[in-house]
T-cell receptor
Framework: SAVISQKPSRDICQRGTSLTIQCQVD?????MFWYRQQPGQSLTLIAT?????????ESGFVIDKFPISRPNLTFSTLTVSNMSPEDSSIYLC?????????FGPGTRLTVT | AQTVTQSQPEMSVQEAETVTLSCTYD???????LFWYKQPPSRQMILVIR??????QNATENRFSVNFQKAAKSFSLKISDSQLGDTAMYFC????????????FGTGTRLTIIP
């Protein structure tokens, strides 16, 4: 298995600003993923982050809005840029280990 | 593209009883993985159980077991001797292993265990 931590656990941000969420895995993994989850809803994949290459974004998500870094095999960041109230959500990162995905505790973002 | 359907938005059951959560999926793949995840109010996603499509034997993990029907594309989760700590959202998920290993989630079932 893999243990994943995320920072911050929650934040309240003003419209037009940006927030960077950090995700740390306790072991080296090839694939890391970023999801968004509205309260009471399912998870929607934002992008897949591989070390040493550009992130792959899902339909409806673009790099200018959600830039992702993956500097090494244990760490990734997701930035939510130029935030609006519609970006208020829970953001979760995950890592794939032996065909099982393990999740971080999530970051609850509120944009005012 | 794969789709995952959970037709039961909410369920409730008395403590110590058995409950079954339904999941169906659609894929043209022959080899894949299926998962059940639990998300309690703490919002931490917890992997409950995994099933490989090439295995005919149903996966079990303590009080959790699955009924995997590959031809019917059905993957239900049975929770035996339910406990208050089982109260959570449960998500069914699909993974195609030879690709980028991303998960496709169902819409979830909110399960409440009644004391």
């Amino acid at each position: 298995s893999a243990v994943i931590s995320q920072k911050p656990s929650r934040d309240i941000c003003q419209r037009g600003t940006s927030l960077t969420i950090q995700c740390q895995v306790d072991s080296q993994v090839t694939m890391m993923f970023w999801y968004r989850q509205q309260p009471g809803q399912s998870l929607t994949l934002i992008a897949t982050a591989n070390q040493g290459s550009e992130a792959t974004y899902e339909s409806g998500f673009v790099i200018d809005k959600f830039p992702i870094s993956r500097p090494n095999l244990t760490f990734s960041t997701l930035t939510v840029s130029n935030m609006s109230p519609e970006d208020s959500s829970i953001y979760l990162c995950s890592a794939c280990h032996s065909y099982e995905q393990y999740f971080g505790p999530g970051t609850r973002l509120t944009v005012t | 593209a794969q789709t995952v359907t959970q037709s039961q938005p909410e369920m409730s059951v008395q403590e110590a009883e058995t409950v079954t959560l339904s999941c169906t999926y659609d894929t043209s793949e022959n080899n894949y993985y299926l998962f059940w995840y639990k998300q309690p109010p703490s919002r931490q996603m917890i992997l409950v159980i995994r099933q490989e499509a090439y295995k005919q034997q149903n996966a079990t993990e303590n009080r959790f077991s699955v009924n995997f029907q590959k031809a019917a594309k059905s993957f239900s989760l049975k929770i035996s001797d339910s406990q208050l700590g089982d109260t959570a959202m449960y998500f069914c998920a699909f993974m195609k292993p030879k690709g980028n290993e991303k998960l496709t989630f169902g819409t979830g079932t909110r399960l409440t265990i009644i004391p």
